[in-house]
């Protein structure tokens, strides 16, 4: 029999939060982001899952770009860091891609092109990673109209502190976007937790991302609060059973050592397999339909889990985010956050999907 480690996604989940995003922004269209994987949920399932109803898709790179593509998928594809030489904006061209642009060499790269292209200006509002100040994004959208190879000019940026509702900074990045208004082009500013919190940044185009896979953007609000529903759930089963005495520790370092008898139930997962090393003592995983804490160091195949106050079996079932256990709730024990968890699980999990 196989090792059980599998991620369930489910589609259906998938399609409502993606919805959810619509019908928070009805005016807007909604790029779906599904850059590093689709955040570790495969991206070509993610991608055919949703092109029935997504106005388009975002990712990172070029490359990303090309293997949705290649997998079939027709809807527009925007690149969010845009192209890192003249080749992949050739690439960009024969493939039909939406290219942001955030430095000069990038609009010198686009020269001699032919072809239709849409551009989207970065502009860098205040989080200071990519893009144009404000008093440069005229003279960027000038040059652009001047070439060839552009179709279409559009401007976006990107909030540092929108996960904190009523946070000023958030006000001020909205405002250097509005000082461009005159310039009367179509604008991109939302992400997930904009999406649910910041109405007046919503523009012509959302970028709903983490959202779309049932996590919470915002700090402090639950994801069924917020009405999103989990796509993944993490499992695997209980390979071992047994009980030590007080006194007798579990795993790598002796990290904990029973004060009384304690059932231990060993989980096939671990680091190996993308779990968390970070993982506390305490974090949850469900077992026969209970919450258990996580005991001992999480080592690279298993993790050991105190089933004490429960009656678990050989081979039962262990969750370790999604149905009945927030991934939010795992993230928090793990001083990570969700995006990270989703993204680090490795080639050993089997993925099952639902709602085709």
């Known amino acids: 029999m196989a090792r059980a480690t599998q991620a369930i996604i489910n589609l259906h989940a998938l399609r409502e939060n993606y919805q959810l995003a619509k019908t928070s922004a009805a005016n807007s269209r909604a790029y779906a982001v599904i850059k590093a994987n689709a955040y570790g949920h495969g991206v070509l399932q993610v991608a055919n899952a949703l092109s029935g109803m997504a106005d388009g898709f975002a990712v990172t790179c070029v490359e990303e770009a090309v293997e949705l593509r290649q997998g079939g998928i027709l809807l527009p594809v925007l690149v969010l860091e845009g192209a890192m030489d003249e080749q992949e904006c050739q690439i960009a061209l024969d493939l039909d891609l939406e290219l942001v642009v955030h430095q000069r060499q990038q609009v010198a790269w686009l020269k001699d092109k032919t072809g239709s292209l849409r551009i989207w200006i ?6 200071h990673r990519l893009g144009f100040a404000g008093a440069e994004v005229p003279a960027v959208a000038s040059d652009l109209r001047n070439l060839g190879c552009v179709s279409q000019v559009q401007l976006m940026s990107h909030f540092a ?4 509702e009523g946070h000023a900074f958030n006000d001020y990045q909205i405002q250097q976007m509005q000082i461009l208004a005159p310039m009367k082009l179509p604008w991109s500013m939302s992400n997930s937790a904009a999406i649910l919190s910041l109405p007046q940044a919503h523009g012509d185009l959302i970028r709903p991302g983490i959202m779309l896979f049932g996590s919470s953007p915002l700090q402090g609000r639950d994801a069924s609060d917020l009405q999103l529903s989990h796509v993944m759930t993490l499992q695997s089963n209980v390979i071992a059973l047994h009980t030590i005495g007080a006194g007798e520790s579990v795993g790598y370092g002796q990290t904990f050592v029973a004060t009384q008898d304690t059932t231990i139930a060993v989980v096939a997962i671990g680091y190996g397999d993308g779990y968390p090393r970070s993982a ?3 974090t949850p995983v469900v077992i026969a339909g209970q919450k ?4 001992g160091r999480v080592s690279m195949d298993m993790i050991t889990v105190d089933v004490s106050q429960c009656q678990v079996k050989l081979g039962d079932s262990a969750t370790l985010w999604g149905m009945g256990l927030s991934v939010d709730e795992v993230a928090k024990f793990c001083d990570t956050i969700s995006y990270e968890l989703f993204c680090q699980l490795t080639q050993r999990v089997k993925f099952q999907y639902l709602g085709r």
């Open 122 to 127: 970065k502009v860098d509002s205040g989080m």
């Open 161 to 164: 502190c929108a996960d904190e």
């Open 280 to 282: 506390k003592p305490g």
């Open 292 to 295: 258990c804490p996580l005991v």
